[in-house]
């Protein structure tokens, strides 16, 4: 017989990948060609061992609730927005100070918003840190919903990206009204949500103890003042790799919890003794000189707490 | 597919996928549990067929789920979950298998490969024949050795629709192309397997066909 099926005719008839015409006339000249027929149990019999890899997997119970808990502790940190008019009168304000810099001929002092309730008090002067490093993210997660109010210039000034630390009025109001974040304008959504990402991750691994080279972020407890109420925490970020150094923070806190998170790769976080945890991950030297890093209220209140 | 855990209640075991999306999004933390739970063998024998090894399938395993969560938000309503879950995993495995051809591959000793049982599982068979048993683990080698040379997305289209089941319409769907591309990839892929495969099966001593 002529024109017998191809191996390409025969596989498609197989495994019905040829439309209906094809089909049928495939169907048909396999009824008169003995050949074709054979060529084709032939090609039946070697597929026929595909089915020894059909067997079900089996998902173990380990991998699901990992699963969840990494979905779970994948919240992003929780960021307040600011109405539009909070950031009009900011811009005003920020008119006004330079408005005054340029009248008294002062050196420009930094913008510091500083979130308070709408009721309270405006807040104090901010602490500043600074750190070389451009575009790094420090904020605290909030907890009640907040407005801005422009505090007054802080003591030191600011250069561009530099990291500003925003202190809430005090009175043992706490974490929930403190905020830190980057000088000048919110932080660029891309950027905040690539570090709400690796929330998750990072939160993931902690307790675990891998040590990378990069950089190294210590949260440190400190001993507690004369106000025992309120505790005194120290963030620092060193450099231990090829990173510029450094980043140097120092901040009183009121909460001992927190969840570290950046935008970095190879993550550990170590808690290191009562007092201390570790942050260390990897930037690429090749890279831009950036990373972001988010400390948010974390839901494990016990892990740090004396 | 797991049909039953003490952590999600009966209604939402009941619910369409694409229901429990629109709960999750609107808050329901349980609603992609259930998914979750719903998908978690098909998938991961999906992503064990598609990947090198049983830990990378699990690794891309969590990270879909965890792409899950966070584009919930994007998932629109007419959109059919399975085949936007498995477009997601397949994403994720296609970029598993060029990362591993790009770098070398550790294995570790204790762990097994994608197609292998746990250390467990291998250990003295009660089975009446081993011999058999160890044909049939020779025979999915050579599967398995002969899926691994296919090229990833013709791999994935014979995986979803060969092994998987799903339609050349939800394949389609999952591989971001039409389906009469999938018919394509899946013809390409049997006529590979069909060159590299050997042309009896296995047999045993007594020359018993597995």
């Known amino acids: ?306 | 597919m797991r049909n039953s855990h003490q952590e999600e209640n009966p209604e939402a075991m009941e619910q369409t996928d694409e229901a429990l999306m629109t709960a999750y999004v609107q808050g329901d933390a349980t609603a992609l549990a259930v998914l979750v739970r719903r998908y978690a063998d098909q998938l991961l024998g999906y992503l064990t067929r598609m990947v090198a090894s049983r830990q990378q399938a699990e690794d891309v395993f969590q990270e879909t789920f965890l792409r899950v969560h966070r584009k919930a938000a994007s998932f629109t309503a007419g959109r059919r979950f399975k085949p936007w879950l498995f477009a997601i995993a397949t994403h994720l495995a296609i970029d598993a298998l060029r990362r591993r051809r790009r770098t070398p591959v550790t294995v570790s000793l204790d762990a097994p490969a994608a197609d292998e049982q746990p250390l467990a599982a291998r250990l003295p068979d009660p089975s009446p024949d081993p011999a058999a048993d160890a044909i049939r683990n020779e025979q999915r080698a050579q599967v398995r050795r002969a899926l691994d040379a296919l090229p990833p997305r013709q791999r994935a289209a014979l995986v979803l629709a060969y092994f998987e089941g799903l339609s050349y319409s939800e394949a389609a769907q999952s591989l971001g192309c039409s389906v009469g591309t999938v018919k394509t990839q899946m013809s390409r892929a049997f006529r590979t397997l069909a060159r590299i495969l050997p042309d009896a099966p296995l047999r045993t001593a007594q020359g018993g066909a597995l």
Do not use: Y
């Open chain 1, 1 to 306: 017989m002529k024109n017998h099926l191809s191996e390409h005719q025969l596989v498609d008839h197989l495994f019905r990948l040829d439309d209906k015409g094809s089909s049928r006339s495939a169907e048909q000249h396999l009824a008169e060609c003995a050949e074709c027929h054979a060529e084709r149990d032939r090609l039946q019999q070697k597929f026929a061992s595909l089915d020894s890899l059909r067997d079900t997997t089996e998902a173990s119970e380990t991998l699901i609730a990992d699963t969840l808990r990494r979905i779970r502790l994948d919240q992003p940190a929780r960021t307040v927005w600011f109405p539009r008019w909070a950031w009009g009168l900011a811009s005003a304000a920020a008119a006004a100070v330079l408005l005054a810099v340029v009248w008294t001929g002062h050196p420009p002092q930094p913008q510091v918003l500083t979130l308070a309730k709408s009721a309270e008090a405006p807040a104090p002067a901010p602490e500043l840190a600074r750190h070389e490093q451009k575009e790094a993210v420090m904020e605290l997660a909030m907890d009640k919903p907040m407005a801005a109010s422009v505090s007054a210039p802080a003591e030191q000034p600011a250069v561009d990206g530099e990291l500003l630390m925003a202190q809430a009025p005090s009175g043992g109001r706490g974490l929930a009204e403190d905020r830190i974040f980057e000088a000048e304008a919110p932080p660029p959504a891309a950027r905040a949500a690539k570090s709400m990402r690796r929330g998750g991750e990072v939160a993931a691994e902690w307790r675990t103890h891998a040590s990378t080279p990069g950089v190294t972020v210590e949260v440190t407890r400190q001993k507690p003042g004369a106000d025992a109420a309120v505790q005194e925490w120290k963030v620092t970020a060193a450099n231990t790799g090829d990173v510029p150094a450094a980043v140097r923070l120092e901040r009183s806190f009121t909460s001992a919890t927190w969840e570290v998170t950046t935008a970095a790769t190879n993550v550990s976080v170590v808690r290191d003794s009562e007092r201390k945890v570790l942050v260390t991950f990897d930037l690429a030297p090749t890279e831009r000189r950036e990373f972001g890093l988010t400390v948010a209220q974390a839901a494990r209140d016990d892990d740090l707490r004396e």
